[in-house]
Each structure stands twice: as structure tokens, then as C-alpha cells.
């Protein structure tokens, strides 16, 4: 069905419909997030992705096993951590919020471009940061009672994630997808059981655990229904990367990107669906701005040297 349009029109209907199971399937980690914490979440979900891309490996003839050693190693340190500051805070703040303040990874990819590779930007794209940058403030909110760690979190999120993304566009375009996804996965996976085997060990004090118990939370048991629900999740996400995958190599990373902001739309759609969250008045127009200011960096000419 899909044949009967350009490439590039195809890859930006994959790209919507993948990042919108995303928005889809992450709204599903609040059924278990008062149940595991964030490491046994990724732990768990981990074993049965594994399986998951191995499948898709063999589908789309793509190699799971990495290359490029170094680089993908690098990228993976920065996405994991990108990844457990993001889902980790995700029960303690709307996740649209949380959404915006990891897509403004445009914005860290520009500001690093400039400072550590010399890249040259228009004024299009320095207004651009700024609007973004006020966006995140509105929604981080810096001075008021609701201000914290927390709302930061997904702030930092979005720095590690442009960190790897300049990784992977710079050193790894040649790396098969699926490889690249692959070690993130056994990465976060080995994270995620480390850090909670730590928090049983160890355990921190109960006015921490009850701040952000998904964040502090050691080993819990679970039943069938836990790993019914993280099925759903690993479905969902490996179903989403898959089209993502195929979407990219359809069009162009420029043109593309710009499709990955109905994350979202779909995952503030499902929040509000689901568990009746809507982010107040403030927030919504921060998350617009980020938006705006992501599209202008995207579609904006670099300035030539």
C-alpha cells in the first residue's frame, strides 16, 4: 500500500507510526512502575527485546553483532544514561513534560555542534535555542515550589541523547541499526540489574524511596501479569523501532527528525487517555515552544564558513 508513494513520503509515514507506538507503549511503564523499580524495569524488559531484535535481525538480514566497537560503546554510555534519567522520572511528572524535556536534544546537538566542533549557525537557529530554552524553563519552572531534581532530569536526558546522536551520525552511519540497538539494549539491561542489585545491598533511606520509588526501589517479586504488561512493552518498542529503522533508511535523517516531535503528541494523548494526566497551561505552551524551536533547527540552512 505503501509503494504507491515517494520514498521519503513512506518514511516519514513509517517514522509517525513508530513514534507513535512509542507514545503508546511508554504510557504502559506507569501499570508497572509501582510495582519494580526503573533497573528491574530495564532489566526485564531487556530479556525479551533481546529476543525481539534477534528476530528482526534475521527478518531484515541486518548483523546484531557491532562493527565499530569504540563508537557504538561511547554512543551506548551516553544513551543509557539518557534513558534511565528519562523513564526514571517519568512516574513523578506528566509524561509529555517529560517528553519535552527529552526531545530538546535539537537544541544540545546545535550548542555542541558550535562549541566542540566549530560549526557554524544562522541566526534562525541561535533564536531557535533560545525559544527552546525558554520553553524548558517554563516547564522546569526554576524558583517555584514545584521546581526539583526531577524536572531536570529530562533536561539531562536530552543532552546525553544529542551527545549520541552526533556519535552515531558522525562515526557510525555505516553500523548496521540493529547492532547499534543491540548493544544499547544488553547495556541498559546490565544497568538495570546492577543498580538494583546495588539498592538491595545497599539500600537508601525510606525518605528517598518514597520521593521517587521507582527511582530507589531494590529487587521486588512479580507475578505473571508483570511480564504479560512488559510483553506489551518490548512488543511495542521493538514494533516501533523497526518501522523507525526502515523509515531512515528511506529518507533523509534531515527531513525525518522533524517527524520524531509527534512523540509528543501521541504520548501526552495516551497519558491523557489512560490516567486522565494533562500538563497545565504553562507547560503546554513550553512544550510548543520546544517543538517550534526543534523544527526551526532542523529545517533552518547552516551558515556557511
Avoid at 164 to 180: M, N, P, Q
Avoid at 247 to 264: D, G, P, V
Avoid at 277 to 303: D, H, Q, R, W, Y
Wanted: glycine letters at 8%; aromatic letters at 14%.
Amino acid at each position: 500500500m505503501l509503494q504507491k508513494f515517494t520514498p521519503t513520503t513512506q518514511g516519514a509515514i513509517l517514522l509517525v507510526s513508530g513514534i507513535s507506538i512509542f507514545g503508546f507503549s511508554d504510557n504502559l511503564t506507569l501499570l508497572i512502575s509501582n510495582r519494580v523499580s526503573v533497573g528491574q524495569f530495564h532489566f526485564s524488559r531487556s530479556l525479551i527485546a533481546i529476543l525481539m531484535v534477534i528476530g528482526l535481525g534475521r527478518i531484515f538480514r541486518l548483523s546484531v553483532v557491532p562493527k565499530y566497537w569504540t563508537p557504538v560503546f561511547i554512543r551506548t554510555f551516553f544513551m543509557v544514561i539518557s534513558m534511565l534519567l528519562y523513564f526514571g522520572v517519568m512516574p513523578m511528572m506528566p509524561i509529555a513534560e517529560a517528553g519535552a524535556g527529552l526531545f530538546t536534544s535539537p537544541i544540545f546537538v546545535l550548542i555542541f555542534s558550535k562549541f566542540f566542533f566549530k560549526e557554524h549557525i544562522g541566526c534562525r537557529r541561535i533564536l531557535a535555542v533560545i525559544v527552546g530554552s525558554l520553553g524548558v524553563l517554563m516547564i522546569i519552572k526554576p524558583g517555584s515550589e514545584g521546581a526539583t531534581i526531577y524536572q531536570v532530569m529530562p533536561v539531562m536526558a536530552g543532552a546525553c541523547y544529542a551527545i549520541g546522536s552526533i556519535i552515531t551520525y558522525r562515526h557510525l552511519r555505516e553500523e548496521s541499526s540493529l547492532a547499534i540497538l543491540m548493544t544499547f539494549i544488553i547495556s541498559i539491561g546490565l544497568c538495570g540489574f546492577i543498580i538494583t542489585t546495588l539498592l538491595t545491598l545497599f539500600p537508601v533511606t525510606n525518605n528517598l524511596i518514597k520521593q521517587a520509588p521507582f527511582l530507589f526501589t531494590g529487587w521486588q517479586s512479580v507475578d505473571g501479569l508483570f511480564w504479560l504488561y512488559m510483553l506489551a512493552i518490548a512488543a511495542g518498542a521493538s514494533l516501533a523501532l523497526s518501522l523507525m529503522t526502515r523509515a531512515y533508511q528511506l529518507a533523509q535523517t534531515s527531513y525525518a527528525a522533524i517527524f520524531e516531535y509527534a512523540y509528543l503528541i501521541s504520548v501526552g494523548f495516551f497519558s491523557w487517555l489512560f490516567w486522565g494526566i494533562v500538563p497545565n497551561l504553562i507547560s503546554i505552551f513550553g512544550i510548543l515552544m520546544i517543538i517550534f524551536s526543534g523544527i526551526v533547527i532542523v529545517l533552518a540552512p547552516e551558515k556557511k564558513k
